[in-house]
């Protein structure tokens, strides 16, 4: 479903717009837009190797979110974070604001567990994609 998404002429998440399936753009020196479609923007941060995932509609905060923009972000952030097998489950999340997208409060999803290993960057998007593209029916 291609839903146009409100956006805001600042922010920089915004400007982005939807990015075909596969293409990674920068958002900044260190932090790589992996998918961005009319629900969720994932991110990559290389240098700490975590996700950031935030949803598509620039709004004041989440709570803010419409109700069933709001289901489908938290559907997806769930598989996101089972598929990275991330630390302690939803205790180790937490959010996160982007200088220049402070319509997207990003939720901070790590890629390892607390006393395991980072997983590389390959599995990392592997694990990423197959969580966005799953069905969520
Ligand atoms: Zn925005």
Redesign the pocket.
Known sequence: MTVPRP??PT?R??ALGPLPEGNHVPFDASTLVVSSDCDLIALLRRDLGDILVAPSL?VSRLSALPGTAMARFLATLRRIELALQAGDGSASLRTVELLG?P??TCIRVPTHPESGLPLEKSHVLLRLKSALYASSD
Do not use: F
Request: proline letters at 0%.
């Open positions: 956006s805001e922010c998440l915004c620039h997208a319509g997207h």
